[in-house]
């Protein structure tokens, strides 16, 4: 059973229960209690961090954890392997400036930006104070701490550096009409989905709290997400509740361009004259020493800033052109990647049965057997490597996925979108190294998608 432990603050700041919905979620200020310890999770407004922040992050995974720090799939970082010291390194955490406004909304801090928010080159405007207003409504608005852990919006801004592929219970898309800014906007899916209305960006906050308090109106204690609501009350119905709260319009004539892929990887210029670089971190997992020397860089070279990705990976902006390369080379000797033509970068993995009482593959080092395989094929392809069914790593479809059915070895399927989950199985409990000779046989493979 797993242990849930609200720490680093006194009782009567501490979230009541009548407030927080039950989590199996670690947050901030509640540890989890996996096989290799206690997990903390850091929500990171925006995916960013300041360089201080970053090396107390790094700090207190050394002093009072495992020293293993990782990347998540919605652009955060959380710590793992906490020892009984939880209480010590919580209020570091919090003395870092790293904590919520208020304890009770530490779990409805979940809203996605792009990593190049305000300096990506293709951006339609910057996003990022319509953000910081959400946030802080999120956290201060006492109604909002009633949604789920897993609740979460995205806002857009037309960047060319944007995930959008996983799916969010509300999403907003920056649009330009007549010179002016719109965000479209949809429920339950994707920015690359069709739009249920726009609102002008001046009305974007407005359209947030509507949305949200409208959910909790309409939603059952069980009905955690938007989906499950629509599954019952249709968008059409939602959307005519809708229009009393706040002045929608239809969007009829707009479709959101896909993302450029491999943008978080690498030099990229910004919109003025200095360039962001991008380098993953293998597997989601850095140390102390990566992150600690990456901030050093962000100090030295950029803006004393990191922003974290939802592809595992963190961005330094602001640097200037001539220190690029040797900034990305710096990274790429802390050890992280810095192409997208290294296999390992390519390739997500959940905590695997190291970790994870659910998992029945230690998938992190069966990843990296993979790797080295698809090394000496001169493959990068794109394969998730999860443990069991929940999909933990992975908050969208992968090309292909390789679900555990025992140590070591997997079921194979890849992406149909005629067919629910991973996709259409391909072959069955195969070892990394059957898989070898799988690709081998089937050359034209999905994989390289």
């Not at 996605?112 to 293709?122: C, F, H, T, V, W």
């Not at 990191?306 to 200037?320: A, D, G, I, K, T």
């Not at 996925?401 to 992406?415: K, M």
Request: charged fraction near 20%; glycine fraction near 10%.
């Amino acid at each position: 059973m797993r242990r849930f432990l609200f720490v680093g603050l006194p009782l009567n700041e501490r979230p009541s229960s009548n407030v927080v919905r039950p989590s199996g979620c670690p947050g901030l200020l509640r540890v989890v209690q996996a096989l290799d310890g206690g997990i903390c999770r850091i929500k990171l407004d925006g995916g960013s961090i300041q360089a201080d922040q970053a090396e107390a992050v790094a700090f207190v995974a050394e002093r009072f954890a495992g020293g293993v720090i990782e990347a998540t799939n919605r652009a955060n970082l959380q710590i793992r392997g906490i020892g009984p010291e939880h209480g010590a390194l919580i209020e570091a955490l919090l003395a870092a400036g790293l904590g919520p406004r208020n304890p009770a909304g530490d779990d409805v801090r979940n809203l996605m930006l792009s990593p190049s928010a305000g300096i990506d080159r293709q951006r339609l405007f910057d996003t990022r104070p319509l953000a910081e207003q959400i946030l802080v409504t999120l956290q201060t608005h006492e109604r909002f701490h009633e949604l789920s852990a897993k609740f979460a919006v995205q806002l857009d801004g037309g960047e060319a550096l944007a995930m959008l592929e996983h799916h969010h219970d509300l999403w907003l898309s920056a649009l330009v009409r007549d010179g002016e800014p719109w965000l479209a906007f949809g429920l339950a899916g994707t920015p690359l989905d069709k739009p249920a209305g726009r609102v002008p960006l001046a009305q974007g906050h407005a359209l947030v709290v509507a949305v949200l308090e409208q959910f909790l109106d309409l939603a059952r204690p069980d009905q955690i997400r938007m989906r499950q609501l629509l599954t019952e009350i249709p968008v059409d119905e939602f959307i005519s509740r809708l229009v009393h709260r706040v002045p929608l319009q239809a969007c009829l004539d707009w479709q959101r361009e896909a993302s450029i892929d491999g943008l978080h990887l690498g030099v990229h210029a910004q919109h003025d004259d200095r360039v962001y670089v991008g380098a993953a971190a293998p597997l989601g997992r850095l140390d102390p020493q990566m992150l600690r020397g990456a901030a050093q860089l962000a100090r030295e070279k950029g803006d004393a800033s990191l922003r974290f990705s939802p592809w595992q990976s963190l961005l330094l902006p602001n640097v200037r052109r001539e220190d690029a390369a040797p900034v990305l080379a710096r990274l790429e000797a802390l050890g992280f990647l810095g192409s997208s033509d290294q296999p390992l970068a390519q390739l997500i993995a959940c905590t695997g049965s190291s970790g994870c009482g659910k998992a029945l593959a230690d998938t992190k080092a069966d990843a990296r057997q993979l790797a080295d395989l698809l090394q000496g094929e001169g493959h990068a392809m794109k394969v998730h490597l999860s443990g069991c069914p929940r999909s933990c790593a992975a908050a969208h479809v992968a090309p292909a996925t390789l679900l555990a059915v025992a140590p070591g070895r997997y079921d194979l399927y890849f992406r149909d979108a005629a067919q629910p989950g991973f996709g259409a199985l391909q072959a069955h409990n195969l070892t990394i190294e059957a898989l070898g000779h799988w690709l081998d046989a089937h050359p034209r493979s999905p994989l390289d998608a």
